[in-house]
């Protein structure tokens, strides 16, 4: 008995040390820079013409017959006059009649260019919650410290704050080392095609290969991640894949005073109960654990020694990211019912009944094994499943020791010191995939500050950008162009 005792007392030892050694050597990955060269932003001016491209009724809809043609071609006339030195000294594209292609020629034509892009179009708002928005969706109004609107946080304000920092550093008398493209794509919000992948597809053309690509994708996140007491500026290394299916079931219909036991409705309603109740397996792996690795070093003694040994205190890891939809969707692929269809009159039975269910597909997993995990899930032969047609893989991951990331990572401790820099999975999905035969180094990341209550803006219902935020926006990509060209 006592030399089982001792054999355990050992046993505890070694594993305490080794735990307190692998904590201890779980340093900071955090770059010590030098202050940035002041950059003097017309804060009010800039948020004017944000706010003036706000009113621009850009909207991608699903059903490509409601058409923003008009409204894309004003916004580029106001580009025009809002940016008279870029449109003097920069070449300019119009790709496939609405997106832009902008290159700002560089002195050393041996560098490799680098892009700047974002997307023009913004997501439709439905009608019936146009009454709870503070401000009209689409009125530019400047209040309380923000700019209100469609657009503000996805993504005009990229396209805006990418252009008023070119407009800047014209204004200066900067000239690039290397060259710059700019690329706005018309079509983001429906998949890219006709946009970012017309661009991509013409410049791969002219044989291009690009230093790196930065997109909009992830924020400056505050009181997100479990542990973490400084805001995070995540840098999107990967993004997910995508993909929705449909699934369908016919059945003979009827009246509705005599139903049968089960009935279309029923049938695809218990499809998504089932679904919902079996979710994909989580795991720490890829973007999400490099994450942890970046942000452990600067937590609370417990959390840091938890992160530095995932060996023991993966599944509790696992279990307090999951209990957050913002932090589940970065470690498991997910489903969501998105649309349901079914009926015409509350006393018929239907003969049809439909429903979308849309997954975002973490890397490591694919679009055929998320459909079989869904098909078994259902185990239902009455269920039709169908994928339509707009479906991606999970995108590559970006290196991380790449001097590229290291270009971001010193200007965003440049521009917000007071955020910790991490790379991280971009659950969303962007224009930039389009770009992948250019370069093997895609970032995605926008300096807007996300809190959890803001989540719901993306999309959703007051959608808004305080000025400070988008002054630094403007910061953030001048001191980009700058440190990318020495």
Known sequence: MKKVSFTFLGILVVVSSVLVIRTARFTSRQLQVAPAQAIAVDRDGAAKRLAEAIRFQTVSFQDPAEPSVKEFDRLHAFFTISFPRLHQQLSKETINAHSLLYMWKGKEARLKPILLMGHMDVVPVESATEKHWTRPPFSGEIAEGYIWGRGTMDDKVGVLGILEAVEYLLNVDFQPQRTIYLAFGHDEEIGGANGAGKIAALLRGRGVELEFVLDEGMNIV?????????????????????????????????????????????????????????????????????????????????????????????????????????????????????????????????????????????????????????????????????????????????????????????????????????????????????????????????????????????????????????????????????????
């Not at 490099?290 to 020694?305: D, Q, S, T, V, Y």
């Not at 259902?378 to 994928?387: E, F, G, L, N, S």
């Not at 910790?420 to 807007?448: C, E, M, Q, W």
């Not at 219902?461 to 305080?466: N, Y």
């Open 222 to 486: 505050d009181g997100v991640i479990p542990g973490l007491a400084a805001p995070a500026a995540l840098i999107g290394i990967a993004e997910k894949g995508y993909l929705s299916l449909e699934l369908s079931v016919e059945t003979a219909g009827g009246h509705s005073s005599i139903p049968p036991a089960e009935t279309a409705i029923g049938i695809v309603s218990r499809s998504l109960q089932r679904l919902e109740a079996a979710p994909f397996p989580a795991r720490l792996s890829g973007p999400t654990r490099r994450m942890l690795e970046f942000l452990g070093p600067e937590m609370a003694w417990a959390k840091r020694l938890a992160l530095a040994n995932l060996w023991l205190f993966d599944p509790l890891v696992r279990k307090q990211l999951a209990a957050s939809p913002l932090t589940n969707a970065a470690i498991r692929t997910t489903l969501a019912p998105t649309l349901f269809h079914a009926g015409v009159k509350e006393n018929v039975l239907p003969t049809q009944a439909s429903a979308v269910v849309n997954l975002r597909i973490l890397p490591g997993d694919t679009i055929a094994g998320a459909t079989a995990h869904v098909r078994a899930t259902i185990d239902d032969p009455r269920v039709k499943i169908i994928p339509l047609p707009v479906r991606m893989e999970p995108s590559a991951v970006s290196d991380i020791e790449a001097a590229s990331f290291s270009v971001i990572h010193r200007t965003i401790r440049q521009t917000v010191p007071e955020a910790l820099v991490a790379p991280a999975l971009l659950v969303a999905a962007t224009d930039s995939r389009h770009y992948a035969g250019l370069t093997k180094n895609i970032y995605r990341f926008l300096p807007i500050t996300l809190r959890p209550e803001d989540a719901s803006r993306y999309h959703g219902i007051d959608e808004r950008i305080s000025l400070e935020d988008y002054a630094r926006c403007v910061r953030f990509y001048a001191q980009l162009i700058r440190n990318s060209n020495r």
